[in-house]
């Protein structure tokens, strides 16, 4: 039967997704850590390919393992097509989906916290023809949703249409798969919980009981993150965009 396995990498408070269906022995990593050996041992283990990695958006809290499990696996690198970055992947929109035998993954736009950032729906079509989970990367957390002060960041505007006019149309028990916990740098009053579903976050979910974009807004000022200048580094090394390098002077002779 397919399944979902959740790794939580306790150092930056990341939580990676190893989905599979072992019946047709096809394998996906969603928001790999750089330690790869994990996913490679556990597909190992099911006998099954990797046959995609997604990364959710450009990472700017740790380093992505999406070109090293990419190098090692063979699977392309799947990621929001307004990605800019220096290296091959696969560009994906909405409604695009990615085949696991039994399982689909498919592509929701969620710009906000990153331009480029998107969510995956998972169904299990053993079980229906509809989604059950969402892996909603640094789009919306238990118990917060993703900062918009990363280099790179949508608007508020953004943020809002995308919580409020895509993932709050889900139905309820769609399980919710967040790319992080307390601890993270990415949002602040994430839960230790490390799944939930879409219909406790419309309940409980502060950010989510602004009714007006207006009390969003709000919200947003009267909740701000501690300042993550490294930020800027980690997306440099994630884009693997070559930097720019500063001309020395000449020197006098
Ligand atoms: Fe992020």
Not at 25 to 34: E, G, L, N, R, T
């Amino acid at each position: 039967m397919p399944y979902i396995k959740q790794f939580q990498n306790e150092k930056s408070s990341c939580l990676s997704y190893y989905v599979c269906c072992p019946g047709k022995a096809k394998c996906a990593v969603i928001d790999p850590s750089d330690n790869v050996g994990l996913y490679i041992d556990q597909a190992g283990r099911d006998f099954s390919d990797i046959v995609a990695i997604i990364d959710t958006h450009i990472h700017g809290d740790h380093i992505s393992g999406a070109r090293k499990l990419s190098e090692i696996s063979g699977a392309p690198i799947y990621m929001g097509k307004s990605s800019g970055v220096g290296f091959q992947f696969t560009p994906v929109s909405d409604g695009d989906k990615i085949d696991l035998g039994n399982v689909d993954l498919e592509v929701m736009r969620t710009p906000g916290h990153t331009t480029e950032s998107i969510s995956i729906l998972y169904t299990d079509r053993k079980r229906a023809s509809v989604p059950w989970g969402i892996f909603s990367g640094d789009t919306l957390f238990v118990g917060d949703i993703g900062r918009l002060d990363f280099s790179g960041a949508g608007t508020s505007e953004q943020m809002h249409d995308t919580l409020f006019g895509k993932l709050l149309s889900l139905p309820d028990y769609v399980e919710l798969y967040p790319a992080h916990y307390v601890g993270s740098v990415c949002g602040k009053g994430m839960s230790l919980k490390t799944y939930s579903t879409i219909g406790f976050e419309r309940r409980f979910n502060p950010a989510l009981q602004c009714i007006s974009f207006e009390e969003f807004e709000r919200y947003l000022l009267e909740n701000p993150l501690e300042p993550f200048p490294a930020h800027l580094e980690f997306k440099r090394i994630n884009s693997a965009l070559q930097m720019e390098v500063p001309t020395a002077p000449p020197r006098k002779s």
